[in-house]
């Protein structure tokens, strides 16, 4: 069993150049064997992991490299680790299944660079050595800004340069920090170990203003990756130009290598600078979901909209991870978004691709009432939409609600202030994707002039589209999946939120620990208890947020 892991990881690597020198007619097909394969891996690896012990290391699997200065290919995951993979195999195959028509010139590189760019990402949530992870964790950029530069929009070329330069910058900043990091873990005796849980424990006996420098290193980096505001301008050009796959690889699983990096990094390895910067990160957080939620009110371009959106949502995702205190609401909430946005955001895209190859154009003005030509694309339309903007029942919502939540409910790190203002976005989010809604599915039919160039006559006129064909058998099949996933984590959450608890209380201990030592400083404080107002106990210790440390014993 402990070879799963390492297969998964490897197989799109191995069938990458296998695909590229197969014949044209059979690359869709390979390709989609490929990621299908890695999904069944995948899950096989799910039914094998104990989710008993959820926060333990498992399938560990080490591979010596260069033993002088500590170098291994060591594997293993967590519960949070395996479901970011589930995540990434999930998406795979319908990246795939969606390009079949719209990639009709240099395939071979397209599925190649497809394929690099899956085991990469795996490579980075299963790895355990530093190295490993870094190596993985940067080398996602290479084939991204091949499928941007190559297989993008009309402004590709600017889009790869600015992806590549901010990303690759901030990574070698974060590069600088983790280094730093284990030459002190060596104490001066020259025997360097990379393992992330040995440099974990290390990283935190390091002093004040030594951990505010490594988090700030890490910031550099994971900032930029998720990204934060003013960290941001990149995405929404690279979503843009990016082809359909891309910006649903890019939206569903490369934005949370930052936050993923985060929880992995910053949090238990730099516990007393997170404490202290905490505030600051949730008001930058805060700033760029209202800011991004503003900019997208005045999108005329729907893809652009949707990749703004996600900018906003990801300010929500860090601002559950900074939402420390007595209870794991804020970092359960923020993993759940993760998994939610990467379904419900990579869905848009694709929807927003398929319309794309009928009418060329991602204009708002020029697509209208498309519900009365396309009603099985306008469903899946609203259907991710209501998902995306929290609608109770769909999987958006828990994540959000349990974010702000734990916002609200965490007074040493954030506060009610975060959680009020941050609210204002999930209002925000409502109207300006609702308004694109309304404009795009319903309403008037209205058609893109067949040349774009020329005046629009009127919508029926004879300079008009005709009207598109609604969805195939292909594109259903495509969107299907994620409907029902997206549907399933909206009404029963649980499983997943009870397999989080444990090792998200692993990560959050060393901050936790600060919080409380900082209150035993300050003394007792008086407080009114819940009995006393007559108010039932929550979380109680029945609840899976609360006592997390518990969560195995029950």
């Given at each position: 069993?402990?070879?799963?892991?390492?297969?998964?990881?490897?197989?799109?690597?191995?069938?990458?150049?296998?695909?590229?020198?197969?014949?044209?007619?059979?690359?869709?097909?390979?390709?989609?064997?490929?990621?299908?394969?890695?999904?069944?891996?995948?899950?096989?690896?799910?039914?094998?992991?104990?989710?008993?012990?959820?926060?333990?290391?498992?399938?560990?699997?080490?591979?010596?490299?260069?033993?002088?200065?500590?170098?291994?290919?060591?594997?293993?995951?967590?519960?949070?680790?395996?479901?970011?993979?589930?995540?990434?195999?999930?998406?795979?195959?319908?990246?795939?299944?969606?390009?079949?028509?719209?990639?009709?010139?240099?395939?071979?590189?397209?599925?190649?660079?497809?394929?690099?760019?899956?085991?990469?990402?795996?490579?980075?949530?299963?790895?355990?050595?530093?190295?490993?992870?870094?190596?993985?964790?940067?080398?996602?950029?290479?084939?991204?800004?091949?499928?941007?530069?190559?297989?993008?929009?009309?402004?590709?070329?600017?889009?790869?340069?600015?992806?590549?330069?901010?990303?690759?910058?901030?990574?070698?900043?974060?590069?600088?920090?983790?280094?730093?990091?284990?030459?002190?873990?060596?104490?001066?005796?020259?025997?360097?170990?990379?393992?992330?849980?040995?440099?974990?424990?290390?990283?935190?006996?390091?002093?004040?203003?030594?951990?505010?420098?490594?988090?700030?290193?890490?910031?550099?980096?994971?900032?930029?990756?998720?990204?934060?505001?003013?960290?941001?301008?990149?995405?929404?050009?690279?979503?843009?130009?990016?082809?359909?796959?891309?910006?649903?690889?890019?939206?569903?699983?490369?934005?949370?290598?930052?936050?993923?990096?985060?929880?992995?990094?910053?949090?238990?390895?730099?516990?007393?600078?997170?404490?202290?910067?905490?505030?600051?990160?949730?008001?930058?957080?805060?700033?760029?979901?209202?800011?991004?939620?503003?900019?997208?009110?005045?999108?005329?371009?729907?893809?652009?909209?949707?990749?703004?959106?996600?900018?906003?949502?990801?300010?929500?995702?860090?601002?559950?991870?900074?939402?420390?205190?007595?209870?794991?609401?804020?970092?359960?909430?923020?993993?759940?978004?993760?998994?939610?946005?990467?379904?419900?955001?990579?869905?848009?895209?694709?929807?927003?691709?398929?319309?794309?190859?009928?009418?060329?154009?991602?204009?708002?003005?020029?697509?209208?009432?498309?519900?009365?030509?396309?009603?099985?694309?306008?469903?899946?339309?609203?259907?991710?939409?209501?998902?995306?903007?929290?609608?109770?029942?769909?999987?958006?919502?828990?994540?959000?609600?349990?974010?702000?939540?734990?916002?609200?409910?965490?007074?040493?790190?954030?506060?009610?202030?975060?959680?009020?203002?941050?609210?204002?976005?999930?209002i925000f989010a409502a109207i300006y994707i609702l308004y694109m809604v309304g404009k795009v599915v319903f309403?008037?039919?209205?058609?893109?002039?067949?040349?774009?160039?020329?005046?629009?006559?009127?919508?029926?006129?004879?300079?008009?589209?005709?009207?598109?064909?609604?969805?195939?058998?292909?594109?259903?099949?495509?969107?299907?999946?994620?409907?029902?996933?997206?549907?399933?984590?909206?009404?029963?959450?649980?499983?997943?939120?009870?397999?989080?608890?444990?090792?998200?209380?692993?990560?959050?201990?060393?901050?936790?620990?600060?919080?409380?030592?900082?209150?035993?400083?300050?003394?007792?404080?008086?407080?009114?208890?819940?009995?006393?107002?007559?108010?039932?106990?929550?979380?109680?210790?029945?609840?899976?947020?609360?006592?997390?440390?518990?969560?195995?014993?029950?």
């Amino acid at each position: 069993m402990n070879a799963l892991i390492p297969l998964m990881t490897l197989l799109p690597l191995v069938m990458a150049p296998v695909t590229f020198a197969l014949l044209a007619y059979k690359l869709n097909w390979h390709a989609l064997a490929t990621t299908l394969l890695t999904l069944a891996i995948s899950i096989a690896a799910a039914f094998a992991f104990d989710w008993k012990h959820a926060d333990t290391l498992q399938l560990v699997t080490v591979w010596p490299w260069i033993s002088d200065f500590g170098f291994t290919f060591s594997f293993g995951v967590d519960a949070i680790s395996l479901c970011l993979v589930l995540l990434t195999t999930f998406l795979m195959p319908l990246a795939v299944l969606g390009s079949f028509a719209a990639i009709q010139e240099r395939r071979r590189e397209f599925f190649f660079w497809l394929l690099m760019l899956e085991s990469a990402m795996l490579g980075t949530f299963v790895a355990r050595d530093l190295i490993f992870f870094y190596i993985c964790f940067e080398f996602t950029l290479i084939p991204l800004f091949f499928l941007i530069g190559i297989f993008g929009s009309t402004q590709r070329l600017r889009a790869a340069r600015v992806f590549f330069l901010y990303t690759f910058t901030g990574s070698m900043l974060t590069l600088a920090g983790l280094l730093f990091v284990a030459w002190h873990a060596t104490g001066g005796s020259g025997r360097w170990n990379f393992d992330i849980s040995y440099l974990t424990a290390a990283a935190q006996q390091l002093s004040y203003p030594q951990q505010m420098l490594v988090l700030g290193a890490l910031l550099a980096g994971f900032a930029v990756k998720v990204p934060l505001f003013p960290l941001h301008t990149w995405l929404p050009l690279a979503h843009t130009e990016a082809p359909t796959a891309g910006s649903v690889i890019l939206a569903g699983v490369l934005l949370k290598l930052g936050t993923y990096g985060l929880l992995r990094f910053a949090l238990p390895m730099t516990p007393q600078a997170i404490v202290a910067l905490a505030p600051y990160i949730g008001l930058i957080a805060v700033i760029g979901i209202l800011y991004t939620a503003l900019i997208c009110w005045v999108q005329k371009d729907l893809k652009k909209l949707i990749a703004y959106s996600s900018v906003s949502h990801l300010g929500f995702c860090v601002l559950g991870l900074f939402a420390l205190g007595s209870n794991l609401i804020g970092p359960t909430g923020s993993v759940l978004y993760m998994i939610n946005h990467g379904l419900s955001t990579g869905a848009l895209f694709l929807c927003v691709g398929m319309i794309y190859e009928r009418l060329h154009t991602r204009e708002m003005r020029h697509m209208q009432g498309l519900a009365k030509v396309m009603p099985v694309w306008s469903f899946f339309m609203v259907f991710f939409c209501l998902a995306s903007v929290g609608l109770p029942g769909l999987n958006g919502f828990v994540g959000e609600f349990l974010t702000l939540l734990g916002a609200y409910t965490s007074p040493h790190t954030l506060g009610q202030p975060y959680a009020v203002a941050a609210g204002f976005g999930m209002i925000f989010a409502a109207i300006y994707i609702l308004y694109m809604v309304g404009k795009v599915v319903f309403g008037p039919l209205v058609l893109p002039p067949a040349d774009l160039h020329a005046p629009a006559t009127t919508p029926a006129g004879p300079a008009h589209h005709a009207a598109p064909k609604d969805l195939n058998f292909r594109e259903i099949v495509t969107l299907a999946p994620l409907a029902i996933a997206c549907l399933a984590l909206g009404l029963y959450p649980q499983p997943v939120i009870d397999c989080l608890q444990s090792p998200l209380e692993t990560l959050t201990h060393p901050v936790t620990s600060v919080v409380q030592a900082q209150m035993s400083a300050q003394g007792p404080v008086t407080a009114v208890t819940s009995e006393e107002k007559n108010l039932p106990d929550w979380p109680s210790d029945t609840s899976p947020l609360a006592n997390p440390g518990d969560a195995e014993h029950r």
